[in-house]
Nanobody
Framework: VQLQASGGGLVQAGGSLKLSCAAS????????VGWFRQAPGMERSFVGA???????TYADSVKGRFTISRDTARNTVYLQMNSLRPEDTAVYYC???????????????????WGLGTQVTVSS
């Protein structure tokens, strides 16, 4: 499966963006999909994920502000980001894998399929 993340851009603090992770090549409606981000000079870190059964997990730093959803008809997973902060500035990546389960959903090494990132910049 090929993944394409899109929807990034420049937004002021307090604003919102909605990222998309579109899959091509096969249906990934029953796959776990994770979102990760990498800020300048930092390691890539977990943002959130939707597991195979639709359950969602979020990093503490984004809980209550970010929401992941899945549109099976469009073969796309979304990351709705509200109340954005300058510290949310990063390149955002989506990843997917049919074998990821709840216990390893936050681990990058669990995902075999990655898309190219999309840049999110939040100005203060």
């Amino acid at each position: 499966v090929q993944l394409q993340a899109s929807g990034g851009g420049l937004v002021q603090a307090g604003g919102s963006l909605k990222l998309s992770c579109a899959a091509s090549g096969r249906t990934f409606s029953r796959w776990a999909v994770g979102w990760f981000r990498q800020a300048p000079g930092m390691e890539r870190s977990f943002v959130g994920a939707i597991n195979r059964s639709g359950g969602r997990t979020y990093a503490d730093s984004v809980k209550g502000r970010f929401t992941i959803s899945r549109d099976t008809a469009r073969n796309t997973v979304y990351l709705q980001m509200n109340s954005l902060r300058p510290e949310d500035t990063a390149v955002y990546y989506c990843a997917a894998d049919p074998s990821v389960i709840l216990s390893n959903v936050a681990f990058q090494s669990a995902y075999a399929n990655w898309g190219l990132g999309t840049q999110v910049t939040v100005s203060s």
